[in-house]
């Protein structure tokens, strides 16, 4: 072989070494392995779905959810004001078998991130290349003694999950005799889905308002103000609900007597016809007793290029069980943008390439004012270097006006669309 | 030889320039994800707004810029349009550009 032959060659290496480091031989082709995901909501299904239909099936994917089908949160409190059905809300995971995604229904009990193995409560040992945890949150039920029993759960609801609480709940109201005060708290901020609780409220006063008009719906809000869209509710209390919303910021719950539907504040007790307590939150379960470091004993440390957790590699975390990123709201909107670029990042390194540098997360968010008027906020969080974290655009996203029907039509759609993102 | 050399250089040059544009290939495909919650996944809407699969870049970021300036009235899409950059929206643009619409334009 000649001098000039072999230097040649020598150049061709070089040439696919230097691909190889730039990420250039195509990142992503030729992903392999085994990745669980373990949580079916809008984070967990969407990675499910992304990470299968991205690497064309080079990565199998397992689903890990425990419940049969998908209920959605957002949407739920037209299901409270007898406007929608459980079942309006409720979606299979069968549409994820195109994809080539195993749906496993069990619940996770351990994960063994030094043997990459997670235990299932029925189905033995799973063994993982990378794991996905989207276990949305769970309640911090220990700053309130008295609902520490499974009866005092089962009287005094959340409906913060949808589901069987959120038809309870709806029952509740149903059997609620007219003059009767609803009652709700709020915990602070960081919870799950900001505007949730106020839209909750301006739906429950819908309901009443022509069932049971005498009645009181009363807002107990741990915050000093409003969390989200404060001027959009202030104003839709006062012009479709007034006299009947009435609002009290700085009102922490202490306790519940659940025997009187009782919520214990500092210096004041209300006792309500149906009380509803959305209490304090945290990472759910299986990420925040993984040995994951938490940020406040409550929330994921992740790396925002990955969505890895900090402390344990391979373990990628989603949705509203992270600690946020600056004016980033826990939402199933937002949950479906964080399982894209986890999903993205998990497929280049799975065949060896560094994941992107540059991604983006952004946030709608909906909230009903009554049956058919809406109100949204948006924002776009692309991530900023120099803070490693997302960081909202100024002067981007931004609030509606008022509320309008035309905005009603788009909460649907934006329902319909989001859902098939997931799981179809 | 000598031109043999020549060659194996420009290949080089040319490599590092396609990287230099796109760190990672796939940048256009993650980010037209952020559009999938509302306009469905790879732009083939379930109905109600509307799909982006297969619409031609230069109308995408026509309708984008009438969005930014205010030019075309909208519930949402002036405010979120402005959170992308011009380089952004130019990917996002050839992404769904390059999608086929799967059972027609809804």
Avoid at chain 1, 219 to 226: F, H, K, Q, S, T
Avoid at chain 2, 5 to 26: E, F, H, I, K, R
Avoid at chain 2, 34 to 45: F, I, L, P, R, V
Wanted: glycine content about 10%; charged content about 20%.
């Amino acid at each position: 072989m000649s001098a000039a032959r072999r230097g040649f060659i020598k150049g061709t290496l070089g040439l696919s070494a230097m691909a190889a480091l730039y990420g250039c031989a195509g990142a992503g082709k030729g992903a392999k392995g085994h990745v669980v995901v373990v949580g079916g909501g809008y984070g967990g299904a969407t990675a499910a779905k992304y990470i299968s239909m991205w690497s064309e099936g080079g990565i199998r994917v397992t689903l890990v959810e425990r419940n049969a089908a998908f209920v959605s949160c957002p949407i739920s409190n037209l299901v409270l004001a007898g406007e929608k059905q459980l079942s309006d809300i409720t979606i299979g995971y069968e549409g994820l078998a195109k994809y080539g995604i195993t749906v496993v229904q069990d619940e996770v009990t351990a994960v063994d991130a030094e043997k990459r193995m997670i235990r299932l409560a029925r189905g033995g040992d799973l063994a993982y290349d990378r794991l996905v945890l989207s276990p949305g949150v769970d309640f911090m039920y220990e700053s309130l003694p008295g609902m520490a029993s499974a009866a005092a759960k089962e009287n005094i609801l959340h409906a913060w999950k949808a589901g069987p609480q959120t038809v309870a709940l709806r029952k509740q109201l149903e059997a609620m005799p007219d003059g009767g005060v609803f009652a709700m708290t709020i915990p602070k901020a960081p919870y799950r889905c900001p505007p949730g609780p106020y839209e909750r409220a301006c739906m429950v006063a819908h309901y009443l308002k022509q069932a049971k008009p005498k009645s009181k719906v009363l807002v107990l809000d741990a915050n000093e103000e409003i969390v989200s869209k404060k001027g959009l509710f202030t104003k839709a209390w006062a012009d479709s609900y007034k006299g009947m919303i009435e609002y009290r910021p700085q009102s922490e719950l202490r306790d519940v007597d659940v025997g009187n539907r009782t919520a214990i504040l500092e210096f004041d007790q209300v006792k309500a016809s149906v009380l509803n307590v959305v209490p304090p939150q945290r990472a759910g379960d299986i990420a925040a007793k993984s040995g994951l470091k938490l940020i406040n004993n409550r929330w994921v440390d992740i790396n925002w290029l990955t969505m890895e957790s900090t402390s344990t590699p391979n373990i990628h975390v989603l949705g509203d069980a992270i600690f946020p990123a600056p004016t980033m709201p826990k939402s199933g909107h937002m949950a479906n943008q964080h399982a894209k670029v986890a999903a993205a990042a998990i497929i280049n390194l799975m065949s060896g390439q560094p994941p992107s540098d540059a991604p983006l997360v952004m946030n709608t968010c909906y909230s009903f004012v009554d049956a058919t008027n809406v109100v949204h906020v948006a924002s776009v969080h692309p991530y900023d270097a120099a803070t490693k974290q997302p960081q909202p655009v100024k002067g981007a996203g931004g609030l509606s006006a008022a509320p309008t029907e035309m905005e009603g039509k788009y909460a649907l759609a934006w329902a319909r669309n989001i859902w098939a993102d997931m799981l179809t | 030889m000598k031109k043999k050399l020549a060659g194996t250089a420009l290949l080089w040059l040319g490599l590092s320039m396609a990287c230099a544009q796109a760190a990672d290939p796939n940048l256009g495909r993650n980010l037209a994800a952020t559009c999938a919650n509302c306009h469905g996944t790879d732009g083939n809407s379930a109905g109600g707004i509307p799909g982006l699969a297969g619409m031609s870049k230069a109308k995408m970021l026509g309708l984008i810029n009438e969005f930014r300036s205010g030019a075309k009235p909208a519930t949402i899409m002036h405010q979120l349009s402005k959170g992308y950059t011009d380089s952004q929206l130019d990917l996002i643009a050839d992404y769904f550009a390059s999608r086929t619409p799967v059972g027609g334009a809804k």
